[in-house]
C-alpha cells in the first residue's frame, strides 16, 4: 500500500494526518508516540485505529520516508548524509539500502537517472552547456 503518494479524497483522514506530522520538524521523523499526542489521543489507541484502517505507523512512516528521499534527491545541493539524516537514518548506508529496497535502484542512481537528461545532453553539445552556463552567471 502507499500511502503517501496516493493521499487524496479517499485516503482516511487519521491516514493525511498521519503523513502530515511525519516530517514535521527538523529532528527527523516523528515518533508514534509524538504524533499520538499531536492527535490527542494514546498510542494504543492509534494503533489499533491504524490497524482498522488496515495499516501500520511504521507502513505510513516508510512510505514517507521513500517519497521525501526522491523529493530531496531532487536537490543536488542536498548530499546523501543530509537526506539520510533528515529521514532518521543515523547510518548513510542504511539510507542507502532502504532505497533500493523501496526503488530497485540506489539513491546515486536515482538522482543520476533524475539529472541524467541535461547531462546526456550537455556531453553532446558542451558549447550549449557553457552557453547556458555562463548566461546564467550573468544573471539571465
Known amino acids: ?26 529532528r ?16 494504543r489507541t492509534l494503533r489499533r485505529r491504524l490497524r482498522a484502517l488496515g495499516t501500520s505507523y511504521n507502513e505510513i512512516l516508510q512510505d514517507a520516508r521513500s517519497s521525501s528521499a526522491k523529493e530531496w534527491l531532487r536537490d543536488r545541493n542536498l548530499t546523501m548524509e543530509s537526506i539520510a539524516w ?4 543515523t547510518e548513510t548506508a542504511n539510507f542507502r539500502h532502504a532505497f533500493k529496497r523501496w526503488t530497485g535502484q540506489s539513491p ?7 539529472h541524467g537528461t541535461r547531462q546526456a545532453a550537455d ?8 552557453f547556458r552556463d555562463s548566461f546564467a552567471l550573468m544573471g539571465g
Not at 86 to 89: I, M, Q, S, V
Not at 123 to 130: E, V
Open 28 to 43: 527527523g521523523p516523528a515518533s508514534l508516540g509524538d504524533i499520538a499526542n499531536r492527535l490527542a489521543l494514546s498510542e
Open 123 to 130: 556531453a553532446r553539445n558542451p558549447r550549449q552547456s557553457h
Open 1 to 26: 500500500m502507499t500511502l503517501c503518494q496516493g493521499s487524496d479524497d479517499t485516503t482516511p483522514a487519521l491516514i493525511r494526518a498521519l503523513q502530515a506530522l511525519v516530517f514535521d520538524h527538523d
Open 86 to 89: 533528515r529521514l532518521g537514518y
Open 108 to 114: 546515486q542512481a536515482f538522482r543520476r537517472q533524475l
